[in-house]
C-alpha cells in the first residue's frame, strides 16, 4: 500500500471519527455560540422531560442545520472511501467514488465558507466574538474537516478519469434539496428560526438572490476542487 493511500485512509477516518464525537456533542450540548447566546455557558446536557416520556435534548434543533447534515454526510462518504481503499490498496478509486467525495466535500466547503466570511462576520458586527462558530467541536465542523476533505479529495483521491462537468452539477444537489424544507419551515408555516440569516429580517424577497448565490458558490467551489484534483491526481 503507497504512502497516498495510508494518508487518505488516516485523513478519512479521521473526519468520520471526529464527525461523530462533534455532531453527538452539539447535539448534547449544544454549540458555544448557542449557548452563549442562551446566555449560559454551562458545558452539561440540557435535558428535560419529554412529551411522551422519557427525555428531550434541548439542542436537537442542531440536526435541522445544513452544518450537521453536510458533516454526517461528508463522515459518511469518508468511511465508505477509507474502506474502499482498504479493500483495494492498489486499485485507482471509481468515478463514483470521486464523485461522491467531491458532492461531499463541496457542501463541507460550503459550511466552512458561509461560516468564514458570512455568518462569524455577522456576528463580529453585532458586537460578538468571530471565534465563536469556530471554537470547540465548531473547531472541526466548520474548519478542520471541511479542509482536510479538500485536501483529501485534491491530492490523495487518486483517479484514472478526470473530473467532468456532470460531477460538478451534481454537487448543487446539497443545498438545493436542503433549501425546500427551509424555504417551507422559515418562510411558509414559519415553525424555524432564519438561523443563516438569508432573509435579513423578515425579508423574503431575498430568497431566490440566495439561492442562485448558494448554487453559483456550489458550482464554483466544485468547479476548482475538480480542476485542481485532476492537476495532481495521478494513477498509482
Known sequence: MSRNRKTFIAINLFI??????????????????????AGTTA??????????????IKYWHHVASFTILSNIFLGIVALISAIIALKNPNKPFSPKVSTWYLIAAT????????????????RAM??????????????FLHFLNPILSTVSFVFFLNTKEKIGLKPRLLSILPPVIYSTPYIFCVCIIKCWPDFYGLTFGGKYYYIPIDYLVVCGIMFGVSSVLAALHNHFSKPE
Open 107 to 122: 457542501s463541507a466547503m460550503l459550511t466552512f465558507l458561509v461560516v468564514i466570511f458570512f455568518l462569524a462576520p455577522m
Open 126 to 139: 453585532n458586537g460578538k466574538n468571530y471565534f465563536d462558530m469556530l471554537l470547540e467541536q465548531m473547531f
Open 43 to 56: 458545558g452539561v446536557a440540557q435535558i428535560t422531560e419529554g412529551a411522551f416520556g422519557g427525555v428531550e
Open 16 to 37: 468520520f471519527i471526529t464527525m461523530i464525537i462533534a455532531v453527538t456533542s452539539t447535539l448534547i450540548f449544544g454549540s458555544r455560540a448557542t449557548r452563549l447566546d
